[in-house]
């Protein structure tokens, strides 16, 4: 008799609720990155730094799977353009930058529904793209550029914070490998000789802050009736 009662409530509540089914989204954003490196030279000395600001080219998809409105999953793929810009010797101004692609993973917390929320989370970055300028006085900059150089440290992580309300988002990213290896600095001068920085930069750390924009998406919900259960309860009332 108890069973018969245990199975009849289970039915009864079946026919009466419903179940929200919440489904992913995917969301698209770019930022605009501030970037600063903290460099050695071959002596073990700090090296003067200037920050660096780039926008173009950033922009990151980002799948959306939230467990609950306060709690969520974020995984994703992007693009982003980070560098840094040191004085190795007086006079004498070097740019390093990477076009990188990442996959960024990491957990939502706060208020999802309403759009105010922190993510914290770490990315995998492949350093694809490779350029330095050499700067010396007032002389037109030295260039050099290839893909997949040996001047960066190809595959990077990284950790990341980021505080998001509505769509507008503030974040801050450290690179947990240095972002440069250590090579020679060329300079060429006018007799046709050249002079060298060699090893540079023995480390470099590399920390930026960012301002963004991540289009919002809303969790749609997918409601499933329950099916008709009076045949089966009266059913089971006969046995």
């Avoid at 780039?54 to 409105?69: A, G, P, T, V």
């Avoid at 010797?89 to 309403?114: D, H, M």
Wanted: no cysteine; proline share 3%.
């Amino acid at each position: 008799m108890k069973f018969k009662i245990i199975v009849l409530f289970l039915f009864a509540f079946l026919s009466t609720n419903t179940f929200a089914q919440k489904k992913p989204y995917f969301t698209t954003g770019f930022d605009m990155i501030f970037s600063y490196g903290m460099a050695k030279d071959e002596a073990g000395n700090d090296v003067t730094s200037n920050l660096r600001f780039s926008s173009w080219y950033h922009f990151e998809k980002i799948l959306n799977i939230d467990f609950s409105k306060k709690a969520g999953f974020i995984i994703g793929y992007g693009m982003q353009n980070v560098g840094m810009i040191t004085t190795p010797k007086k006079g004498i101004t070097v740019k390093q930058r990477a076009y990188s692609a990442g996959i960024p993973v990491g957990f939502r917390f706060g208020n999802l529904e309403n759009g105010q929320f922190v993510t914290i989370g770490g990315t995998g970055e492949v350093m694809l793209d490779y350029k330095e300028k050499v700067f010396e006085g007032n002389k037109n900059a030295q260039k050099h550029h290839e893909w997949l150089s040996n001047n960066t440290t190809l595959f990077n992580p990284s950790v990341f914070f980021r505080y998001q309300k509505k769509s507008i988002y503030i974040g801050a990213k450290y690179y947990l490998l240095d972002f440069l290896n250590p090579s020679d600095i060329h300079l060429d001068e006018d007799n046709g000789t050249s002079s060298i920085i060699s090893s540079f930069p023995k480390t470099s750390k590399l920390f930026y802050i960012s301002l963004g924009y991540m289009g919002k998406g809303k969790s749609k919900t997918k409601k499933v009736v329950a099916p008709a259960v009076s045949k089966k309860v009266n059913l089971i009332l006969n046995l």
